[in-house]
């Protein structure tokens, strides 16, 4: 069974950090990019950074460069999202996501993990 778990959500004070997971399960891990991306209500999904389990080559939106950093273990094929300095804009819940041509069009989704909230209070 395909499955992505996301975890480490939580709610902080602006200028907080926190810590996301990707736990991945039943596929071939380094055949696709794990991206993370966020939704907050009434807006669009939005791509927030991306890490080819390949090659460890990572791609960041401009609201996350600087602020988050993306990581792998290909060991536990895990990803972890380290999100710093944390703005009440960053408030959404945040997905997981095995895909590949990340930001292209003809980016292609393999699977979506449930969603974890992140609350970043003023």
């Known amino acids: 069974e395909v499955k992505l778990v996301e975890s480490g959500g939580g709610s902080v004070q602006t200028g907080g950090s926190l810590r996301l997971s990707c736990a991945a399960s039943?596929?071939?891990?380094?055949?696709?990019?794990i991206g993370w991306f966020r939704q907050a209500p009434g807006t669009e999904r939005e791509g927030v950074a991306c890490?080819?389990?390949?090659?460890?080559?990572?791609h960041y939106a401009d609201s996350a460069k600087g602020r988050f950093t993306i990581s792998r273990d290909n060991a536990k094929n895990t990803v972890y999202l380290q999100m710093n300095s944390l703005k009440p804009e960053d408030t959404a819940v945040y997905y997981c996501a095995a895909l590949t041509g990340w930001a292209t069009p003809v980016m292609d989704f393999h699977s979506w993990g449930q969603g974890t909230q992140v609350t970043v209070s003023s």
């Open positions: 039943g596929f071939t891990f380094d055949d696709y990019e």
């Open positions: 890490i080819s389990t390949n090659d460890g080559r990572t």
